[in-house]
């Protein structure tokens, strides 16, 4: 454990390590955190409101019309400059000189085609959508921090665009937002994601590579339907999609370094309808995962050849879809090692360094990582879990449920990573 003076020290470090010239550091220290996390509290009931309303009325990817308007209605009351549209719904807010330096924080918006399962009394009016990621709950702590950091932004010099962000549950709207210019002159980017596996008031971070790239696969095996009585006749595409699905088992356990990470699943198989008939065509697919972006690509390379092999060997044709226009791949999330320590520092100021934990790995996929390709970034986690009300289970559950609690503390860790930001690199120009 560090002492807090000790953190102090080690956040002056961090922020003027970052540094292209010597810089006149300001002081972020546990007084300034405090400061934070104590308005950040007084705005809870305000919190919990907002992220109630985005909640029952849940949109999926590219369509957040209505919690774009709720968004920007909120700027609008609290006077905070904001640029719209960017990728369809998605906004950026700004608020400080409009000058270098320039830090981003980042909240996605979209719900996922789920039916909430949780009775209480804000679930979901949208029959089949639900915000069972989170997502709620990140616009709302970004919200938040706008109103801390406009009534803070005397106290440091530079920029925070806050980019509220449609599409991320497979859309990739992340890499929209980028090609429209959401990011501006930013130069580090942080964003939080929602841990059901951490309590109310702990973070969660990690430097080096957190979550997956993923892409999704999909392919269709022609061969000639016939009569099962008489196979000779056709041209079986069961048996020619059977081998290429164990074929695909060997690429992760032969191919890929036993100490790297992979993932290779396929996850539905469709094929013919009369216990009599062989048929024509069999479709199956699934999904790729790796800790590097170019394992992925690898993968998905050797996925292609082995199907078609697989095919070819059993006289089939094959047909083999990455699914890109529908589903993009995504890279992989790799955290900057300098942010991830201004995270964990900042974190310690601001709930005690007992609330601060070492991430885990996790094979899912966040766009953040298109974020992370053009500047550094870090993505990290904040508790949610409480098990008195049931706030115990994983993201894409229909019984999803998160404590309401880690609103304010959310919106004083966005705001607070910002400030202090902001406070190491007020004196430094900036090239970008």
Known sequence: MFSKSTLFVLLILIITSTAKTPAQVTIFDEESAKEILSSAHKEKDWLISIRRKIHENPELRFQEFNTSVLIRGQLDDLGIYYEHPFAETGLVAQIGSGSPPVVALRADMDALPLQELVNWEHKSKSDGVMHGCGHDAHTTMLLGAAKLLNERKDKFKGTVRLLFQPAEEGGA?????????????????????????????????????????????????????????????????????????????????????????????????????????????????????????????????????????????????????????????????????????????????????????????????????????????????IGIRNEKIGAIHPPHSPYFFLDENSLPVGAALYAALAESYLMGRSDITVDI
């Open 173 to 381: 709207g992340a890499s929209y937002m980028i090609k429209q210019g959401a990011l501006g002159k930013s130069e580090a980017i942080f964003g939080i994601h929602v841990d059901f596996q951490g309590p109310t008031g702990s973070i969660a971070s990690l430097a080096g590579p957190v979550l997956a790239a993923v892409s999704f696969f999909e392919v269709k095996i022609i061969g000639k339907g016939g009569h099962a009585a008489e196979p000779h006749n056709g041209v079986d595409p069961i048996l020619a999609s059977s081998f290429a699905i164990l074929a695909l088992q060997q690429l992760v356990s032969r191919e890929v370094d036993p100490l790297s990470s992979q993932v290779l699943s396929v996850t539905y198989v469709r094929g013919g309808t009369a216990a009599n008939a062989i048929p024509e065509y069999v479709e199956f697919g699934g999904t790729l995962r790796s800790l590097t972006t170019e394992g992925l690509i690898q993968l998905q390379k050797r996925v292609k050849e082995v199907i078609e092999g697989q095919a070819s060997v059993h006289r089939c044709k094959a047909h083999v879809s990455m699914k890109e226009d529908d589903f993009p791949p995504y890279p992989a999330t790799v955290n900057d090692k300098k942010l991830h320590e201004h995270v964990r520092t900042v974190g310690s100021l601001l709930l005690g360094s007992e609330n601060v934990r070492e991430a885990k790995k996790v094979m899912a996929g966040e766009d953040f990582a298109f974020y992370q390709q053009v500047i550094p970034g870090v993505m990290f986690g």
